[in-house]
């Protein structure tokens, strides 16, 4: 694993001054400090610039540039203003990129759309036809900018907002693990139960077989998996050698993860039966396949392709059946083995 070189978490071009600044940092200081380390520790900058297309973004009439591939983030300090909060989205990108987006759950949508005039009120807003990642990003503003408002203790989606800014959200009942989930470091409950749901739409014969040869699946979000350069790009991988599936908590569809790795266990059950003659069909239809999903990675090569056909049969399997005939036949016809 490669070392991570240290830099400055706050940045600004030399054209800037901090009386310019100045209004940024009455933000930048409301940021709980807890957020504040994890920022350092990973490694993210916010740069502060009047000349925004040094981001490779060419609109100057932007104010906010989030930059995930670089873990940094740039705020125009000629556009952007307190009435924007950039500091604040600024944190919040860093968040969802980081450690998964914190409204795109069923969790937070229910909670949402039970409390939609409660937090209309709480805001001051009209949050009809609003979605829940901005009703997140609002409420996560507003708990920054004013946190002692008694409104917010009559809120369960205020109170998963604030579990998000105290870290509370990482705690993890153990009681809900069955035994073959292992949980690394910050992983929070509705990524846990986006992989019990997905486990229970695996064949009953796959997983029992799983099982038995003491197989196990690590979800986790540690910070050495994600500065590695591996694991910032992968959402998941298996490995023989531990017996283990891990996949990276932080990412979205960790339905379709789970999926796709246990297609490669399948793969590598049921090799010597039937390569082959799926080699054959994958040179047939990968191309029909990368049409629908416009998925280079799906194509790279026919194990692949494999564990991606298995994860579409079983999230969407009709489409399968319909547009990848041949390829559907042999997942189905092995997956029947397991059911």
Same mark, same amino acid.
């Given at each position: 694993?490669k070392k991570?070189k240290?830099r400055?978490?706050v $940045?600004?071009t ?6 310019q600044?100045?209004?940024f =940092? ?9 957020? #504040?380390?994890r920022f350092e520790k990973?490694?993210?900058?916010l740069?502060?610039t009047?000349?925004i297309t040094i981001s490779?973004n060419a ?5 906010l540039?989030?930059?995930p591939?670089?873990?940094r983030?740039?705020?125009?300090v000629?556009?952007g203003d307190?009435s924007?909060f950039p500091v604040?989205r ?6 969802q990129?980081?450690y998964g ?5 069923q969790?937070f949508e229910?909670?949402c759309?039970?409390e939609k005039e409660? #937090?209309?009120? $709480?805001t001051? &807003?009209d949050l009809t036809?609003v979605l829940?990642?901005e009703i @997140?990003?609002?409420l996560f ?11 917010y203790?009559?809120s369960?989606t205020?109170?998963?907002?604030k579990?998000? &800014?105290n ?7 153990t009681s809900? #693990?069955p035994?073959?989930? =292992?949980i690394?470091t910050d992983?929070t409950?509705?990524?846990i139960?986006e992989?019990l749901?997905?486990?229970n739409n695996?064949?009953?014969g796959l ?7 003491g197989w196990? $699946?690590? #979800?986790?979000n540690?910070?050495e ?9 992968v ?11 891990l996949?990276?908590a932080?990412? =979205?569809d &960790?339905?379709?993860t789970?999926?796709h790795?246990?297609?490669h266990?399948?793969?590598? &059950?049921?090799y010597?039966g039937f390569?082959?003659n @799926?080699?054959?069909?994958y040179l047939?239809?990968k ?8 998925d280079?990675?799906?194509?790279s ?5 494999f564990a991606?056909i @298995?994860?579409h049969?079983?999230?969407h399997?009709?489409q399968? =059946?319909?547009?990848l005939?041949?390829s559907?036949? $042999?997942?189905d016809?092995?997956?029947r083995?397991?059911?």
């Amino acid at each position: 694993m490669k070392k991570i070189k240290k830099r400055e978490t706050v $940045i600004y071009t030399k054209d800037i001054s901090e009386s310019q600044l100045s209004q940024f =940092k009455q933000q930048y200081n409301k940021i709980p400090i807890n957020w #504040l380390r994890r920022f350092e520790k990973d490694n993210w900058q916010l740069a502060f610039t009047t000349d925004i297309t040094i981001s490779g973004n060419a609109e100057q009439s932007t104010f906010l540039v989030s930059n995930p591939n670089e873990q940094r983030v740039w705020i125009n300090v000629k556009i952007g203003d307190n009435s924007n909060f950039p500091v604040y989205r600024a944190f919040l990108f860093y968040i969802q990129t980081e450690y998964g987006n914190p409204a795109n759950n069923q969790v937070f949508e229910k909670l949402c759309k039970g409390e939609k005039e409660l #937090l209309s009120r $709480i805001t001051g &807003l009209d949050l009809t036809g609003v979605l829940p990642e901005e009703i @997140f990003s609002l409420l996560f503003i507003q708990m920054l900018e004013f946190p002692q408002l008694p409104q917010y203790d009559v809120s369960k989606t205020c109170s998963y907002v604030k579990k998000w &800014l105290n870290e509370d959200i990482f705690k993890i009942r153990t009681s809900i #693990l069955p035994e073959y989930l =292992k949980i690394g470091t910050d992983v929070t409950e509705t990524q846990i139960f986006e992989i019990l749901r997905g486990w229970n739409n695996i064949p009953n014969g796959l997983k029992e077989r799983f099982l038995q040869q003491g197989w196990k $699946i690590c #979800l986790t979000n540690s910070r050495e998996w994600r500065n590695d350069e591996h694991g910032r790009y992968v959402a998941g991988f298996i490995t023989n050698k531990s017996e283990e599936i891990l996949i990276k908590a932080s990412l =979205k569809d &960790l339905d379709m993860t789970l999926y796709h790795e246990f297609g490669h266990y399948m793969y590598i &059950l049921s090799y010597n039966g039937f390569i082959r003659n @799926f080699y054959n069909v994958y040179l047939k239809e990968k191309n029909i396949y990368f049409s629908i999903y416009n998925d280079d990675y799906g194509i790279s090569n026919a194990e692949e392709y494999f564990a991606q056909i @298995f994860a579409h049969y079983i999230k969407h399997p009709e489409q399968i =059946k319909s547009k990848l005939p041949k390829s559907f036949d $042999i997942i189905d016809s092995i997956s029947r083995k397991y059911k």
